[in-house]
């Protein structure tokens, strides 16, 4: 570990808490619903289980396509069960934002910000904890990025496509003819 683990601890710690502030600068015009620990806890969770083998995905794909490995199947479920090593805590700490700043998000906004969230925070984490130097300081921040927002975005198709369903059904079987 690096000696300045202590400062990426903190970096880690000061990312909710801006988007903390951030959610108090947003807030709804008609005041908004307060924030229950379930919309938070439950996004951190999801990011948590979720991100990080896909990321370990996204780079054992490139992996599989750069180098000519004899068994790229056994290399590619390598990555995804130690993508958790240096992807939990970071995507634990992105999920907890996404949850503040979900309600107060456009759909076009909320990929974006996953984004940023989610690649600060693993910036922190693999520069500070992790003593990455800039070549992959940089890919892990991307990976976390790319992570986060497709997460997301799967989140928004998933309840778009519940919102149609629900449509369906209230509009009933004279609407499904």
Do not use: K, N
Request: hydrophobic share 55%; aromatic share 4%; net charge positive.
């Amino acid at each position: 570990m690096s000696r300045s683990w202590p400062l990426a601890w903190l970096a880690l710690l000061l990312v909710p808490v801006l988007v903390v502030v951030a959610a108090a600068l947003l807030r709804r015009p008609d005041g908004g619903a307060p924030l229950r620990l379930s919309q938070v806890a439950g996004p951190a969770l999801l990011f948590a289980a979720l991100g990080p083998p896909l990321g370990g995905l996204l780079l054992g794909i490139a992996a599989m396509l750069v180098h000519d490995d004899p068994e790229p199947l056994t290399m590619l479920l390598f990555l995804l069960v130690m993508s958790y090593v240096p992807g939990m805590v970071p995507a634990l700490v992105g999920g907890a934002c996404m949850g503040v700043l979900r309600p107060r998000l456009g759909a076009a906004a909320r990929p974006v910000a996953a984004a940023l969230a989610c690649g600060a925070t693993t910036a922190a984490f693999g520069g500070g904890v992790l003593e990455l130097r800039s070549e992959g300081l940089w890919m892990m921040a991307v990976i976390g990025a790319a992570s986060g927002a497709g997460l997301e975005a799967a989140c928004l198709w998933r309840g778009r496509r519940r919102r149609l369903r629900a449509r369906t059904i209230q509009a009933g079987p004279r609407a499904r003819a």
